[in-house]
């Protein structure tokens, strides 16, 4: 995977992507997915488990794919509908993972193209978190002393009243949060919940 970088552009930019959400890691970047080994990175404060809803078979039903990215500032360690940002490695002098090798490689794939963004994003689906997706969801349980889906649906509505609070006040939505607004509509109509183990054949044939 091709890899973006202009440490000019973003520094004059103080990044705005960054402000915006935390970026999200790919499996390769970690040297070992088990449990142990994630409890510890997770407990050292820099990442999250997060992920993102999807369709399953069809518009009728609805699942979460998992994947860990940098934490967002005041963000807890299961964030499955983000605040946002920003991320806790943003600095005043840029991002504080000086090796752009350990950085998120899903940010990387971020052409930085326009100070204040939107900048180009080269990223295509990437499914390779399917894989560890039963260890995330152990680690969200751990975390959360609650079932991975009574999480899921408590962050959801959480989210839904961020979202209404900042609609009240006129304050504008990021993309994220429109995207996950339309999501809480679509989870609260009552739609089946598929477990990613039942479906992720669909996604990884
Ligand atoms: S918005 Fe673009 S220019 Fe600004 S920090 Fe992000 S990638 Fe860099
Ligand atoms: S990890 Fe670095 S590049 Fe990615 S969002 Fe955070 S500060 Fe920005």
Redesign the pocket.
């Known amino acids: 995977m091709k890899k973006y970088f202009?440490k000019e552009?973003?520094a004059s930019?103080?990044?705005?992507?960054?402000k915006e959400m935390g970026c999200v890691y790919l499996p390769s970047d970690f040297e070992c997915l088990e449990f142990e080994y994630l409890k510890n990175l997770l407990n050292q404060g820099k990442i999250s488990i997060s992920g993102q809803p999807f369709n399953g078979f069809c518009s009728d039903d609805w699942s979460y794919l998992l994947y860990l990215r940098a934490r967002n500032v005041s963000s807890p360690i299961v964030d499955l509908f983000s605040k946002g940002g920003p991320c806790i490695n943003l600095t005043e002098i840029g991002c504080s993972i000086a090796d752009i090798n350990k950085r998120p490689a899903l940010g990387l794939t971020?052409e930085?193209?326009?100070?204040?963004?939107?900048?180009h994003q080269h990223y295509t689906n990437d499914f390779s978190w399917l894989e560890y997706n039963d260890v995330l969801k152990q680690l969200s349980e751990y975390y959360s002393n609650k079932s991975f889906l009574e999480v899921l649906v408590t962050q959801a509505k959480d989210m839904n009243l961020r979202i209404i609070e900042k609609l009240k006040n006129k304050e504008e939505l990021f993309n994220f949060e429109k995207f996950y607004y339309k999501w809480y509509r679509e989870i609260m109509l009552g739609k089946p919940y598929y477990e990613i183990e039942e479906i992720k054949y669909l996604l990884n044939p």
Do not use: E, R
Not at 13 to 18: D, N, V, Y
């Open positions: 202009n552009m973003c930019c103080k990044g705005a992507c960054c971020v930085p193209c326009k100070v204040g963004g939107p900048c």
